[in-house]
């Protein structure tokens, strides 16, 4: 009796598959909304008043040092505590990961916009660009460029850091793959093994692709 | 020489980082065809004074006029003031993110709305010019450091401009490609563009200028003729200044 049955065994693989696409799923909006939160964090950042960077650099810090974990926990038990609002689990992921990423994300805006020369500018308007004109067609595609492989590895991250929401029962891809080893420990005790390599490959092929793309887009950007 | 029309003219220009006066009263014009090269030791506010021309620098006192239209930073009147004055800087400035022939025809397209094809057609010619025709469709990071500063040329010098300020241009260049952008610059002088060059390259100097305006401390120590200044400085502090680019054993 091998482990690997395990996997082949009634709709597991489909359960499995299942699991990946709600962590997909979870990673997909947060990072849609980290990104379109993010934005606005990174331009904050970049706002001259002293005030406004110092909101932004105490959110971001305060995000960094906490574990993702106890955001996690926080939101999903602190916030039903405090008000009485009943969160269900996918909804308390979203808030937890958009509350991280959104930093991130606000980060990497404020570094692409700053390592921009400001001989960049200069040249621009020296030109007689507009500000309008020199953003559009110098600025902020160059931002941009140093933006995406960025972004692309936040995802990654972001896919990976999903598996701590098994903890606060979405049935992601983990928490399938624990139930399936629960349900067969007697007759498969080496199941986990098998259960638990492929979930490794499963996070390997959405994973590695994007890591492979980011690399590509990093390498162009120092052409 | 007196007669001839002014480009540009600067009256007693102030120009103050904090409590620190980089230009201190300075007045100067500049004619039509002429090749003013300013000297002078680092910080004495000859980079500053280009700057100040382009308006990217707030001034504390005085004016800088281009055909005696006031040069304003901060005022919108600057945008097409700008476009009429071509600026070249040291650091290799070129767009990324565009080719080369995108860098050079990005300006006249969307700043003076000229026609694609004459914008074109005048971008090749001077490529053609310096000696980049078949690099029209490359990326700055494909070229040398030499190559990069004459597309920079190029792209001030589509604009049509009435002066081109050069500030520096060769000072992060490999020797070796100092000359190839110098004679560029030395071509433009020949075909009657005017012109305010900084530069630390003396030969380079002498060759280009019709005129010689040493810096020091924000003011004009001494403005001579080119074969004057580097062969019979009249202040003292020229004479110290030329003297640190001549070795003797």
Known sequence: MQGIEVL????????????LWVTLRLSLISIGLSLFIGLFVGAFMLVKNPIVKAICRVYIEIVRIMPQLVWLFIIFFGITKLTGIDLDGETAAVIMLTIWGASEVGDLVRAAFSSIPSHQFESGLSLGLSRVQLYVYIIFP?????????VINLSTRMIKTTALVSLIGVTEVLKVGKQIIDANRFEYPNAALWVYAAIFLMYFIICFPLSLLSRKLT???GE | MTMEEHIIDIEHLTKKFGDNVIISDLSLSVSQGEVVVLIGPSGC?????LRCINGLEPVQGGSVKLH???????KSSLYNIRQKIGMVFQSYDLFPHMTVMKNVTLAPLKVQGRNKDEVTGQAMELLGRVGLADKADA????????????VAIVRSLIMNPDIMLLDEITAALDPEMVHEVLNVVLDLAKGGTTMMIVTHEMAFAEAVADRVIFLDGGVIVEEDAPEVFFHSPKTERAQRFLKTFTYSK
């Open chain 2, 139 to 150: 990326y700055p990071s494909e070229l040398s450091g030499g190559q990069k500063q004459r």
């Open chain 2, 68 to 74: 005696g239209e006031p040069v304003e930073h901060g």
């Open chain 1, 142 to 150: 160059q931002a941009v460029r140093g933006l995406v492989p960025d």
């Open chain 1, 219 to 221: 390498k162009k950007r």
């Open chain 1, 8 to 19: 082949f065994m009634g709709n597991n693989m489909l359960r499995l598959w299942g699991g």
């Open chain 2, 45 to 49: 506010g000859k980079s500053t004074l």
